[in-house]
């Protein structure tokens, strides 16, 4: 397989090779036995200077109802809950493991050269300067390639963007465009994943902290009433709330708990708890498998269990979701505290494990 990368990365630019190459970092890392669309569309939103992000916060733009400057950073996050439910390799790797290219991954690469190659067919019609043997796809060729992969598709349609606008972006991208301008408007997006069933139900963005200096009453009732709506429905109840500062998300579930306390909830949640149980504040990346289920997933499942044991129901904040995100996953052969932290919180969650 090692030689078959290689000679893949033949067909490709420096710049899309390089992608390639730092996405067969990232599936190894997270012990994945396979690249996919998702590691390649992951690493090229990690880049800070990367034309799919451009495109995507243009597409945003576009759209007032879903406009805001943090939702790039949703659509990451997004992204990498995706890649926490793709299954690791069970192998212990003694030597240098390298992940093989996904059926999917094949199927976008030969269309990025396929259009590639017509792409310069088009534009050598007049002066045949470069031989069609030695085209090689370019980054913007590769990413509208990824674009059109399903998984890809999904994920950003469930984070709240199009694929086919973006794509449009990308093919139609002014370099004089106007930098994106903060709008006032919030942001509340369904979305799950697949099968999995206990994806995050629901992201509220909060207004851009530069509109103000303190936070606001007025966004502030906002906000909360659109947390209550989420909690509300019957399915996809899981909410994340992204913010420009710490200060607005602690502000916002802070009012959130008082009206707990307070009992000035909608009379569907009068019986319902809220209950901190910060796991941002625990050195995960420091503990054993053993201390993870000891530590914090023993504790919460009682939390749950004394809840479900009353007949009442029970709003579980847990923090700063940073370490969910931070691209630490440890030696790629190791247990990986992330991805079984997440898988056993969805369950428990879904109630799979409140009688354990």
């Given at each position: 397989m090692r030689s078959g990368i290689y000679t893949l990365q033949e067909t490709l630019t420096a710049e899309?090779?390089?992608?390639?190459?730092?996405?067969?970092?990232l599936a190894r890392r997270r012990n994945h036995a396979q690249i996919t669309p998702l590691h390649v569309a992951t690493t090229l939103l990690s880049l800070n200077a990367s034309s799919l992000k451009k495109a995507c916060l243009k597409s945003q733009q576009q759209n007032?109802?879903?406009?805001?400057?943090?939702?790039?950073?949703?659509?990451?996050?997004c992204f990498n809950v995706a890649l926490n439910r793709?299954?690791?390799s069970m192998i212990q790797h003694q030597h240098v493991f390298v992940p093989s290219l996904s059926n999917a991954l094949i199927a976008a690469l030969k269309r990025a050269q396929a259009h590639q190659r017509r792409g310069c067919i088009e534009q050598n019609q007049n002066q045949n300067q470069q031989p069609l043997l030695s085209v090689k796809v370019e980054l913007d060729q590769l990413i509208l390639s990824i674009l059109d992969d399903p998984s890809v598709s999904r994920?950003?349609?469930?984070?709240?963007?199009?694929s086919t606008s973006v794509k449009n972006n990308l093919e139609h991208e002014n370099h004089h465009s106007s930098s994106l301008t903060n709008h006032n408007n919030h942001f509340l997006s369904s979305y799950g994943y697949g099968n999995y069933g206990y994806g995050f139900g629901s992201v509220l963005f909060s207004k851009p902290s530069q509109v103000y200096n303190h936070f606001p009453l007025q966004s502030c009732k906002e906000d909360v009433k659109l947390?209550?709506?989420?909690?509300?429905?019957?399915?996809?109840?899981?909410?994340?709330?992204?913010s420009d500062t710490v200060s607005l998300t602690e502000g916002l579930v802070n009012e959130l708990m008082e009206k707990f306390e307070r009992d000035e909830v909608p009379n569907e949640l009068k019986k319902t708890h809220f209950v901190k149980f910060n796991l941002g504040s625990i050195s995960l990346k420091y503990m054993k498998k053993e201390e993870v289920e000891m530590n914090v997933l023993r504790v919460l499942k009682k939390k749950?269990?004394?809840?479900?044991?009353?007949?009442?129901?029970?709003?579980?904040?847990?923090?700063?979701?940073k370490w969910l995100v931070d691209g630490d996953y440890g030696d790629e052969s190791c247990y990986n505290h992330?991805?079984?932290?997440?898988?056993?919180?969805?369950k428990l969650f879904c109630g799979e494990e409140i009688n354990n």
């Open positions: 899309s090779a390089s992608i390639l190459k730092h996405s067969l970092g007032i109802n879903h406009n805001h400057p943090l939702q790039c950073r949703a659509l990451e996050l793709l299954p690791t994920v950003m349609r469930e984070a709240g963007f199009s947390v209550f709506d989420v909690l509300l429905r019957k399915k996809k109840r899981n909410i994340v709330i992204v749950v269990s004394d809840y479900v044991a009353l007949g009442v129901g029970a709003v579980f904040y847990v923090g700063d979701l992330v991805d079984y932290l997440v898988d056993e919180i969805g």
